[in-house]
């Protein structure tokens, strides 16, 4: 490959042939000037550029100059051999408890077809959901939007008891896709609560497995979320007391956060290991081990996604840029100068096919390389629930 090389692209990414000889001439005329200096190519470049074609520079950045045409998308052109390199982090993307959910879903809809209704999004990701809803699945944040003797499905995070009892009532065909790691917590909480312990659960005020786990014995739990929280709980050293936390954590504030109650409440009982599933914990140690390579990271994850947020607070936390982003349109290329070393991973319920979408984008544009990196492999599986494997039995021939 030449030292000097043009690539350009619209904004959809397609390659344009026709232009392609005049944008390739005019990136070579800017790297000429490059020799002059990146002062000089800045401020004369840009004001002759703008005098010849009212096209106008955007930016310049050591590897690719962007222009905003004078009709047309902005263009990209990369000016020399670009050196991006892709960390691909592994294990992301889909947990056991995720691919359980979403084969729930999809086995549901083959045996009662559709409408089928969902309590909340059967995982938090955008294109996990819109795809759902485009095959017939009605999400819904109230039992009472079902109507009476439908197929309603409890999502991956889990529900309160009180959410079966009107189902119950309602008379609907209730299929249970709660992570098994997500109800074992339920477990912890229904045991703690009928021995008489207190209940600090270390989590995020709102989030649908918040919400689920607190209902499992709603007069025992307290929620923290910090430590300034814990500081300022008001129990006793005679209150029996217990800590649980939600699955998806930080591993790394969950472990203040259960480190500060000890040192205030010494006689606090908790499980043996914290409740921060397998899948939270491997992807943070991806992010972790490998942000000491990167330059930026790339999580690919919905907003609500707790695990994907905490993927991208890890990152930043050790000063590493990063980018929370539900796929490849939400790429900016203004985060990249062209040479560097990008992380990408993936929130537990991030399909990979988005993944793949946004490596071909930075590929398209900066001649990415890719390189795997799997600190740890994943060989976890959760079966269907019962009630639907109970169903499939009956009424889906065997293969
Ligand atoms: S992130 Fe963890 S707790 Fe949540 S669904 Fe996946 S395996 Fe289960």
């Not at 729930?104 to 819109?130: C, D, Q, S, W």
């Not at 095959?135 to 009180?162: I, K, M």
Request: glycine share 6%; hydrophobic share 40%; with cysteine.
């Amino acid at each position: 490959m030449s030292a000097y090389q043009a690539h350009h692209f619209n904004a959809g990414g397609f390659p344009m042939p026709w232009l392609r000889n005049g944008i390739g001439l005019l990136a070579f005329a800017f790297s000429l000037l490059r020799f002059c200096g990146d002062a000089a190519l800045g401020r004369i470049e840009k004001g002759n550029a703008r005098r010849r074609s009212r096209s106008e520079i955007r930016s310049v950045t050591k590897n690719m100059i962007s222009i905003r045409m004078a009709s047309g998308p902005t263009q990209h052109i990369l000016t020399w051999n670009s050196v991006m390199k892709i960390l691909l982090a592994g294990p992301r993307g889909f947990c056991a408890g995720v691919n359980m959910a979403i084969e729930t879903l999809e086995m549901a809809i083959r045996l009662y077809g559709t409408p089928i209704y969902v309590f909340h999004e059967i995982v938090h990701n955008k294109h996990v959901v819109e795809r759902f809803v485009r095959e017939g699945a009605v999400f819904v944040d109230t039992v009472e939007e079902v109507p009476h003797g439908a197929v309603l499905l409890f999502s991956a995070h889990g529900v309160a008891p009180q959410v079966r009892t009107v189902a119950a009532q309602r008379q609907l065909r209730a299929i249970d896709a709660t992570c098994p790691l997500v109800t074992k917590v339920h477990l912890e909480a229904i045991k703690y609560a009928k021995a008489g312990y207190s209940i600090v659960l270390i989590g995020h005020e709102g989030h649908d497995e918040v919400i689920g786990t607190m209902g499992q014995a709603p007069d025992a739990f307290t929620l923290v979320d910090n430590t300034e929280e814990v500081d300022s709980l008001t129990f006793l050293s005679t209150d029996k007391l217990a800590y649980l936390t939600q699955t998806t954590l930080s591993v790394d504030d969950a472990s203040r956060i259960i480190t500060r109650l000890k040192e205030r409440f010494p006689h606090i009982v908790g499980p043996p290991k914290d409740d921060i599933c397998y899948a939270t914990q491997n992807r943070q140690e991806a992010v972790r081990l490998l942000s000491a390579d990167a330059d930026l990271v790339i999580v690919v994850g919905s907003r609500n996604s707790s695990n994907s947020q905490r993927l991208a607070e890890l990152a930043c936390e050790r000063g590493i840029p990063s980018h929370l982003i539900d796929g490849a349109g939400e790429i900016d290329p203004t985060w990249f100068a062209g040479d560097e070393t990008v992380v990408i991973t993936a929130g537990a319920s991030a399909p990979e096919s988005v993944v793949q979408d946004c490596v071909e984008w930075l590929k398209l544009r900066y001649n990415a390389t890719v390189e795997e990196r799997t600190i740890r492999e994943e060989n976890v599986y959760f079966p269907l629930p019962k009630e639907l494997r109970a169903a499939a039995s009956v009424q889906l021939p065997m293969a």
